[in-house]
C-alpha cells in the first residue's frame, strides 16, 4: 500500500527526468552567455595572447611582420610596452618588464581596465611612426627635416594592422608605420 | 496479486524509454561538432538581432561572427606562415591524388564563400546603418566582416594549387543538397541559367581601360599577393546604391546580373580583382599578373553581391549594396576594401 510521501517509480522516473532536462537548460544557457557577452574584452585578451604567441615564434635579430585584426568596439585599444625607463607601469606588471592591451592609452587604463604579459626583455619598444606630409609642418620648422611624428603604443581599430616585430637578445621593439596623412 | 516492489510493465516501459532517451540525448552532444554550429547559428543570430535593431543602436549590438581559419595541407605542414599563435584553426589534409586534392581546395573555397554569403544575410540585412555617425564622424565608408581565411601550407605542390579554378566549381558544381549551383544560389533561384554568359574578355578590358573620370570604375591601386598562401573572404557592405549603378552599367557585357544580384565571371590572364564600395560608385583594385602557380590561386577573381533593400528597423525601406569576395588576407588588401571590420578575429 502506497503511503502519502512515498517516492514511487513513477514519481522518481518524473524527477530523473526532469532533473537532466534542467542540467541540460542550464549548461546550454552557460554556454550561450559566455559566448554572448563581453566579447570586446574577450577579443582584447586573445588579441594579446595571439601577439604573444607570434612574438615568440619570430627569430632574433629578424625583421618580421605580423598582421593582426584590431578589436570592434565601443574602445580604441592600444597595445603599449612598458620597461624600466618608464616612470608609471601598470601595477599589473609587477614591477617587470611587459607589453599591455588597453582600451585607453595610458598605464592607468592598462591598471584598470588591460591586459599584460610580463616578457624577458631588459628594453620594450612599441611606437607608432606616423608620416607627415613635409608640406604641413614646413612652416612649423626651419627646414623640412623633420617628417615623422612618433607616438608611443599602437592603436588597435577594427581593421587589419601589420607590425613590424624586431626581437634582439635583450630588446623587443614592435613598431606600426602609419602612412595616412598624419 | 502485485506484491510490494514489483514493477508493472508499464512502469518498466517508462523506465527503458527514459534511459534510451537520455542515451540519445548524451550521443547527440557526443557526436555533433555544437561548438562549431553554434559559432556559425549565433553569428546568423547577431545578424539578424543587429539588422533588425534601431539604426542608432546598430553599433551597440554586437557582431558575434568569428572568422573561421582553414589550412590545407598536404599532412606535414600546419600553415604556420598563416596562423602561427592562433587558435581553433581547422587543418585539412588533402588527399594524395591530385585531382581529388584540386577537387576538395575548390569545394573548401567555394563552401567558404557561400557560408560568408549565408552568414551575413544575404546582402539582405543592413548591417553597419550608424557606425561612422555614432562616433561623430562624418564619412561613411563599407562596414566589413572578415568570415574565413583559407590557407595552403608551403608543402603542397604548385602542380596542384595551379590547377585550381574555384570558378569554374562554382559554375557546374551544386550547393549540398540544395539543386542549386553556387552560381545560382547567389543569384537567387535557378533562373540565373536564363541569362547570358558574360564575354570575360570584353570584360577584363572594360575594367582594365575604365575612365577614371566618370568614377564609375576608377581603379584605385593594386592588390598585393602575399608570400603566406592565404586569401581571407570578405563580406562588405555600404549604405549605398550608387555602386549598383556602375554595376547595371557593366551588365551589357560584364557583370552576370540577375535581379538585383550580380556574380563576376571567369577573369582572364591570372589577374586579381577586388571590388571596391564607395559612395561615389563602384572601384576595382587591380593585381599583378600571377608569375606562379600559388598566385594563380589568388587570380581567381571571385565576388558576388546584392544591391537593393535592405532589411532594417525602419518602416522606410533602405538601400546597400554588398558584396562578398575572396582577396589575399594582407593588411593593405583588406583595409583597402573595409573601412571597418567587425566581428572577432
New interface residues.
Given amino acids: 500500500?502506497n503511503k502519502n510521501g512515498d517516492v514511487t517509480?513513477?514519481n522518481f522516473?518524473t524527477i530523473?527526468?526532469a532533473v537532466?532536462g534542467i542540467v541540460?537548460l542550464v549548461f546550454a544557457g552557460v554556454?550561450?552567455y559566455n559566448?554572448?557577452v563581453h566579447?570586446?574584452t574577450?577579443?582584447a585578451k586573445?588579441?594579446l595572447?595571439?601577439?604573444?604567441?607570434?612574438i615568440?615564434?619570430v627569430d632574433e635579430g629578424v625583421n618580421t611582420s605580423i598582421?593582426?585584426?584590431?578589436i570592434?568596439?565601443?574602445n580604441i585599444w592600444y597595445l603599449c610596452g612598458y620597461d624600466k625607463s618608464w616612470d608609471s607601469r601598470p601595477g599589473k606588471c609587477l614591477l617587470e618588464n611587459c607589453i599591455c592591451i588597453c582600451p585607453n592609452w595610458g598605464s592607468e587604463s592598462c591598471q584598470e581596465e588591460g591586459f599584460c604579459r610580463m616578457v624577458n626583455y631588459d628594453n620594450v619598444d612599441i611606437k607608432t611612426v606616423t608620416s607627415i606630409d613635409q608640406q604641413r609642418i614646413v612652416a612649423l620648422y626651419e627646414d623640412d627635416r623633420y617628417f615623422e611624428s612618433v607616438s608611443f603604443c599602437v592603436p588597435l581599430?577594427?581593421?587589419?594592422?601589420?607590425l613590424e616585430v624586431e626581437k634582439g637578445e635583450d630588446s623587443l621593439k614592435i613598431m606600426y608605420y602609419d602612412e595616412t596623412d598624419g | 496479486m502485485d506484491k510490494r516492489g514489483e514493477l508493472t510493465s508499464h512502469q518498466i516501459v517508462l523506465l527503458v524509454l527514459a534511459i534510451v532517451g537520455f542515451l540519445v540525448v548524451l550521443s547527440i552532444f557526443l557526436v555533433f561538432d555544437f561548438e562549431g554550429k553554434s559559432s556559425d547559428e549565433i553569428c546568423k543570430l547577431s545578424v539578424l538581432t543587429r539588422a533588425t535593431s534601431h539604426d542608432t543602436f546598430q553599433s551597440s549590438v554586437p557582431l558575434k561572427c568569428t572568422t573561421k581559419k582553414i589550412c590545407l595541407t598536404d599532412g606535414k605542414g600546419d600553415c604556420a606562415e598563416s596562423f602561427a599563435g592562433e587558435k581553433d584553426v581547422e587543418e585539412i589534409k588533402l588527399p594524395n591524388n591530385e585531382l581529388e586534392a584540386v577537387n576538395l581546395i575548390e569545394e573548401i573555397s567555394a563552401d567558404a564563400m557561400y557560408d560568408c554569403w549565408k552568414m551575413t544575410g544575404e546582402g539582405r540585412y543592413g548591417l553597419f546603418g550608424d557606425f561612422w555617425n555614432s562616433r561623430g564622424l562624418g564619412y561613411n565608408e563599407p562596414g566589413c566582416v572578415v568570415c574565413s581565411r583559407v590557407a595552403i601550407d608551403n608543402g603542397v605542390g604548385d602542380s596542384i594549387v595551379e590547377k585550381v579554378d574555384i570558378r569554374e566549381y562554382m559554375a557546374n558544381n551544386e550547393v549540398g543538397n540544395t539543386g542549386l549551383t553556387y552560381d545560382e544560389a547567389f543569384a537567387g533561384g535557378k533562373d540565373f541559367a536564363g541569362y547570358t554568359r558574360v564575354n570575360a574578355e570584353t570584360f577584363t578590358n572594360k575594367i582594365d581601360n575604365a575612365d577614371n573620370s566618370n568614377k564609375l570604375l576608377g581603379k584605385q591601386g593594386t592588390i598585393d599577393y602575399n608570400n603566406k598562401h592565404e586569401i581571407a573572404f570578405v563580406f562588405s557592405q555600404i549604405d549605398s546604391v550608387e555602386p549598383w549603378n556602375a554595376v547595371r552599367e557593366l551588365s551589357e557585357d560584364g557583370l552576370i546580373v540577375v535581379g538585383a544580384s550580380f556574380i563576376t565571371p571567369k577573369f582572364l590572364g591570372g589577374i586579381s580583382r577586388a571590388l571596391l564600395l564607395n559612395k561615389a560608385g563602384l572601384a576595382v583594385a587591380v593585381g599583378v599578373l600571377a608569375s606562379s602557380g600559388i598566385n594563380a590561386y589568388y587570380g581567381q577573381t571571385l565576388a558576388a553581391g546584392y544591391c537593393g533593400n535592405v532589411a532594417t528597423n525602419y518602416e522606410e525601406s533602405k538601400e546597400g549594396c554588398s558584396i562578398v569576395q575572396a582577396v589575399p588576407y594582407t593588411a593593405e588588401n583588406v583595409n583597402k576594401i573595409c573601412g571597418f571590420i567587425d566581428g572577432s578575429p
Avoid: F
Wanted: aromatic share 0%; charged share 30%; proline share 5%.
Fill in positions: 500500500m517509480i513513477t522516473l530523473v527526468i537532466v541540460l554556454r550561450i559566448i554572448a566579447q570586446e574577450e577579443d586573445n588579441l595572447n595571439v601577439i604573444d604567441e607570434k615568440s615564434l598582421t593582426v585584426q584590431g570592434s568596439g565601443d581599430p577594427p581593421e587589419l594592422r601589420e
